[in-house]
Structures are given as structure tokens and as C-alpha cells.
């Protein structure tokens, strides 16, 4: 049997609930229990049984980061946003491709909504390149900048427009951290403890390193869901990450 090391939930650990249905979404909330506090609720599982496991994670009193990175036009996403506040989410995403005037449109009108329906808006941060983008799939949708200048550029312009942080790689960590300074979120998913599997992911790191470069936050899916015992695999993480503040 695997060892088994630490077992303090850790607010930095968000993990993906990438399944479809609500009973393997709840059979895995109860099987982490008390070692996780925060999880992320994707397309995958929003667009199936959505408004079922947000009501769920509430009642477990869990945090939810909900994400399902919006893209349109400013007046649309910030509609959008505002119709995600009836779910008590602390996190939402919007990619920062959508442009400044979008992230800051979403940013005003979320908070004046929260405002009137006397609630705390929730995060938003901004989505900078996707973790699984690599060097060929970018210069085949003709982009020429580094995708590492790229990311600075756009959470530089998150940043900008008030958006609380970004979602990005851990690679990309510790130069947002200098650009950006403390007080922003760095969520990072491409998340891989020492000889997990790679799958879709590129541009990649173990939980330690990342919390080292300057993540506030990991995303954690399959190292953790597809673990032959997921809860093992979460201690685990959480040992990496305990003691390392950010
Ligand atoms: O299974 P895995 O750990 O790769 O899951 C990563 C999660 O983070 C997925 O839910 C994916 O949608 C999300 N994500 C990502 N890259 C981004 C933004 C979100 O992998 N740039």
C-alpha cells in the first residue's frame, strides 16, 4: 500500500470535478470529505446536473470555483456572469482573449449586481493561454509572440481591468508573481506530482513547485480522480504543499 502522509484540507487545492453525472460527482466529494475544501465544476459536469451539485457543494459547505471560461462580447459575458451569482459560487473565469474592456465590464457589473442582491461577488480571474496549448498547436492558429510573453501580456491586462487573477501554467508562475505583484490570484491547473501521468497537458507541474513559483492556487483532476485510491493521491499533494506558504 502507498504511503500515506498529511491530511489538513488546504484552501490551495481545488480539484477538478470533471465527471458527468451527479452520482460520481458526489461519490467522489464523499470519499475526499474533510481533505477537500474547494472544488472546480467545469462544462462537463455544469452543462449535465449543474444546478444539482452547486445546491450539493453548498450544503457540504464546500467552496466552488466554477469553470466555464466565457468568451463573448462584454454586455453578454457580464450578463452571463451576473445570471452565475444565484449558484454561491467564490470563483468564476473569463478568458483575458476576450479583451480589457470585456474583463472590465464583467468586473463592474458582477460586483454591482452582488451589491444589490446584498452577496460578496465572487472572484473572477481570467483564463491566459490554455495549460494544454503547446508551441505547434499555438503557431497553427498563426500566433508568433511566446506564449510566456503572451501570458504576461494578458494578465497584465487582467490586472488592469481589476480582475482578481489568472488561470495559467505553473511554468508561468513566478514571472506573473513579479509582473502582478502579491495581491492576485495565480490558479494553476497542469498539475502533475512526480511520474503521474502527462495525458492532454503540456506545459506542466508538480504541486510543490508550483505553490513554490507563486501559485496561490492548484487545480488538481486526474492525478487525483484517477488515483487507485483518490484519497491517498489528495494527502499526498496536500503533504507537498504543507509548510510551503505562499
Ligand atoms: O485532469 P487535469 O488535472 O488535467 O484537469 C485540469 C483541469 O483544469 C481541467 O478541468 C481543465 O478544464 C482545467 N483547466 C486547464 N487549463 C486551463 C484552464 C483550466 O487544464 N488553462
Known amino acids: 500500500m502507498s504511503e500515506v502522509r498529511c491530511c489538513m484540507a488546504d484552501d490551495r487545492l481545488i480539484v477538478a470535478l470533471d465527471v458527468h453525472t451527479f452520482s460520481d460527482a458526489r461519490m467522489l466529494i464523499d470519499e475526499l470529505g474533510d481533505d477537500v475544501s474547494f472544488y472546480k465544476v467545469g462544462m462537463e459536469l455544469f452543462y449535465s446536473v449543474g444546478e444539482k451539485v452547486l445546491t450539493y457543494l453548498n450544503e457540504k459547505n464546500k467552496k466552488i470555483f466554477l469553470d466555464l471560461k466565457l468568451h463573448d462580447i462584454p454586455n453578454t459575458v457580464a450578463g452571463g456572469l451576473c445570471s452565475l451569482l444565484q449558484y454561491k459560487v467564490s470563483m468564476v473565469n473569463?478568458?483575458?482573449s476576450g479583451g480589457y474592456t470585456m474583463m472590465k465590464t464583467a468586473?463592474?457589473?458582477?460586483?454591482d449586481a452582488a451589491k444589490r442582491n446584498g452577496v460578496e461577488p465572487p472572484k473572477i480571474i481570467a483564463v491566459t493561454?490554455?495549460?494544454s496549448m503547446n508551441d505547434d498547436d499555438w503557431k497553427k492558429i498563426g500566433e508568433t509572440e511566446k506564449i510566456s510573453d503572451r501570458v504576461i501580456r494578458l494578465a497584465s491586462l487582467a490586472k488592469e481591468a481589476g480582475l482578481d487573477g489568472v488561470v495559467a501554467s505553473p511554468e508561468e508562475a513566478s514571472s506573473i508573481r513579479e509582473t502582478c505583484g502579491d495581491d492576485f490570484f495565480i490558479v494553476t491547473p497542469g498539475i502533475r506530482p512526480i511520474g503521474s501521468s502527462v495525458d492532454d497537458q503540456s506545459r506542466i507541474s508538480s504541486p510543490g513547485?508550483?505553490?513554490k513559483n507563486g501559485a496561490t492556487h492548484i487545480v488538481v483532476g486526474r492525478p487525483i480522480r484517477m488515483a487507485s485510491d483518490p484519497k491517498i493521491a489528495t494527502k499526498n499533494i496536500l503533504a507537498e504543499m504543507g509548510g510551503i506558504a505562499v
Do not use: P, S
Not at 468586473?107 to 460586483?111: D, G, H, I, S
Open 94 to 96: 473569463v478568458h483575458a
Open 107 to 111: 468586473k463592474e457589473r458582477l460586483c
Open 209 to 211: 513547485a508550483a505553490i
Open 129 to 131: 493561454v490554455l495549460t
